[in-house]
């Protein structure tokens, strides 16, 4: 069965410095791979994804991921943080018509 | 266009009582997940309709079963409710059949007292 990983329960950041979080995966094959983030109280909202070709992907917000097949990776950056990136955000594989979600990382902007 | 719209938004049962939430999803999408969220298990799948089809289903008793109309609404029902299952049960609807983007509504909170 798939899983994925997020290696990092919270993280704490300052306001203007660069932001990775982590998410590795284990599936046979390439899957849709997500990222998707959550503020207190609201749903799921969706900032990339990919599919297949270009391993560097560009997301809303000033997000953006690398998908690295060889380490079954998929991390999300974003290089200048801002305050009200403070939400959690959670990796999700795309198999079967379902999503399998990480345990989500929680990230505190301080500033 | 309208988001992924669920119904109600609070609830508060008690044990043994039975529930059914409502998902109206983006006008258009054929496609409708159900998640449930709590802070032990995290996201956990329920199931997915496409065109009233039941395609997938988590690994949930059976206590909990869902259903999709002809126009795309679902409604997921649990019998039976048990104090574990309060959570925030999520929506999520999707245009295309291979369900590779997931829109998802706010949620309802579900409390089992």
């Known amino acids: 069965a798939q899983s994925v990983t997020q290696p990092d329960i919270h993280i704490t950041v300052s306001e203007g410095a660069s932001l990775e979080l982590r998410c590795n995966y284990s599936?046979?094959?390439?899957?849709?791979l997500f990222w998707y983030v959550q503020s207190p109280g609201q749903g799921l909202q969706l900032l990339l994804k990919?599919?297949?070709?270009?391993?560097l992907v560009q997301g809303i917000k000033g997000f953006e991921a690398e998908f690295k097949r060889s380490q079954s990776s998929f991390n999300l950056r974003k290089p200048s943080v801002h305050w009200s990136d403070a939400a959690e955000y959670f990796c999700a594989v795309g198999v079967n018509y379902k999503l399998s979600f990480g345990a989500g990382t929680t990230v505190t902007v301080r500033a | 266009k309208a988001g992924v719209t669920q119904t109600p938004r609070y609830l508060i049962k008690t044990r043994g009582q039975q529930v059914t939430l409502s998902c109206s999803p983006i006008s258009g999408h054929r496609s409708v997940s159900w998640y449930q969220q709590t802070p032990g298990q995290g996201l956990q799948f329920l199931f997915e309709y496409f065109s009233e089809t039941q395609r997938n289903k988590g690994n949930f008793p059976g206590r909990f079963s869902g259903r999709q109309f002809s126009n795309s609404r679902s409604e997921m029902n649990v019998s039976t409710l048990e104090l574990g299952d309060s959570a925030l049960y999520l929506c999520?609807?999707?245009?295309?059949?291979?369900?590779?983007?997931?829109?998802f509504g706010q949620g309802t909170r579900l409390t089992v007292v």
């Open positions: 599936y046979g094959a390439t899957p849709y």
């Open positions: 999520a609807s999707s245009a295309d059949r291979q369900n590779t983007e997931a829109f």
């Open positions: 990919y599919f297949s070709g270009d391993t």
